[in-house]
């Protein structure tokens, strides 16, 4: 029969006791406690990452985008040259398609291909038609001419300033620089104002484009210019004029709403007589503001989740794994040292 001193050694030593499992979880937390603060300090330094340096590469225009968006007026004017009338109070509708080039963009530039068409769709009439392919930085919006820039496939004409299609991401209230493809150049928006647009609050910019010559066209009747005398041909001088407003969500850059307000005519040599080819107050459709709009805050979700929380998450995270890696060890040393301290 065992002594009482050997009946305490088995008591104590025996598997299963609470003394041994408090001495199993101790050593099982020493051991994870080093790999829980390992990870809280990684995911820290991950959202610090993630806000400083990884948010500023992601934020930015798709490299692959398709868009149809359509403006119009009922009440509109041209000049038809099959029936060599000038019709009125008619429906004219812009079409502008989009279509991003995902192959021919890089991190940084994104391309896009824009086809627009200005027509009497009941007549088929066809009055304007561009073909503009941009390259622009993917954050500032701002046009470059690399990769086959051009506009009707001459990529002699500079493009500059930013595009109608994507404006700064952080769009401020200022004036931009916007670039346009009837005058093949670059005209300030100024900053106008804000406005509710689709439940989106958006900034307002005013673009002004003074009357410009942008073609010559020859074979034009004096007769058709209003001239007196014999008719004779003459190469008239189409000159351009707008005012355009940009409703931009200031968060993405997306313009969410265009109203552009046209006006082209022609005049013979020494600006004599007068045509009117095209007089439009063309404003955006409900259904593409509609479209606009989701593609905004489909972009805003991203940027919060990339900039704000990704970030935040990452470091509340990672603190809490620091805090459950280090300071629970630190109060059990405690502890022990007030306990040894009191039998004493």
Known sequence: MASAHEALSLIQ???????????????????????????????????????????????????????????????????????????????????????????????????????????DRKRHVQLI??????????????LTNCCGASVNDDTRVRQDGIGVVFWPIGTRQTTYQVYDTNTERAWPAAYSGT??????????????????MVQQLPGVPTSLLGLRG???????????????????????????????????????????????????????????QRALAAVARQNAAAITTIRQQGPLGGLLLGLLLLLAGTVPLRRLRWVRREGCSGRS
Request: hydrophobic share 40%; net charge positive; charged share 15%.
């Open 13 to 119: 030593t025996a598997p299963g006791t609470p003394a041994s499992r408090r001495r199993g979880l101790g050593a099982s937390g020493s051991r994870i406690r080093p790999v829980l603060a390992g990870l809280g300090a990684f995911l820290m330094v991950a959202g610090l990452l993630l806000r400083l340096y990884v948010a500023p590469r992601l934020i930015a225009a798709p490299a692959g985008f398709y868009l149809v968006v359509t403006l119009a007026d009922p009440h509109a004017s041209y000049f038809d040259e099959r029936a060599l009338t000038t019709r009125r109070d008619v429906t004219l509708t812009y079409n502008d398609t989009i279509r991003g080039d995902a192959g021919a963009s890089t991190g940084t530039i994104a391309v896009w291909d824009q086809f627009t068409v200005l027509a």
């Open 230 to 288: 014999p008719s004779r041909d003459v190469v008239a001088n189409r000159t351009f004029q707008a005012t355009n407003t940009f409703w931009v969500d200031p968060r993405t850059g997306v313009p969410v709403n265009v109203q552009e307000r046209i006006l082209s005519v022609l005049h013979a040599p020494g600006g004599q007589g007068r045509l009117m080819v095209a007089n439009a107050d063309l404003t955006m459709t409900p259904a593409s």
């Open 129 to 142: 038609a561009t073909y503009q392919r941009s390259a622009f930085n993917r954050r500032t919006g701002e």
């Open 195 to 212: 406005a509710n647009v689709q439940g989106l609050l958006t900034y307002r910019f005013t673009q002004r484009i003074p009357v410009t």
